[in-house]
């Protein structure tokens, strides 16, 4: 799996160990498949995987300048097929994210390291 975020998320599965698709039978080649694409609202500062591989957070700049800033989020996305299944956690206002980290030992137990301006590193429960 690969996942490319700017203004959007994009999740494609590659087969090849060049990034490319492998073959299929009678040596036709073919394209990587979109598993997801999906609107940030802002634009994407990081992104990460889970340990497990079915998961990505991407942490989205806030949107404004001023009074009216609105706060960074983490936008939390998981693949099933050809649906996917999004949250957002907003940060406090103040601060911003700088990295991320994704850990999960299996499906239901999963957690994201947030490091921010503020000096605080967030442990979410994702």
Known sequence: ML???SRSLVVLEC???DGSSSPQVGDEPTGP???SELALEGVAKGLAWDTVGKRVVVAVAGVGTGAGTEADRLCLC???GDESLVEYVSLPAGA???GLSF???E???AWVA???TDGAVRLIDA
């Open 3 to 5: 996942a490319s975020a």
């Open 15 to 17: 087969d090849g160990s």
């Open 33 to 35: 498949i979109v598993h």
């Open 78 to 80: 998981e693949t099933l």
């Open 96 to 98: 911003e994210a700088t």
């Open 103 to 105: 850990y999960a030992e």
């Open 107 to 109: 499906k239901r137990k």
């Open 114 to 116: 947030v490091s921010c």
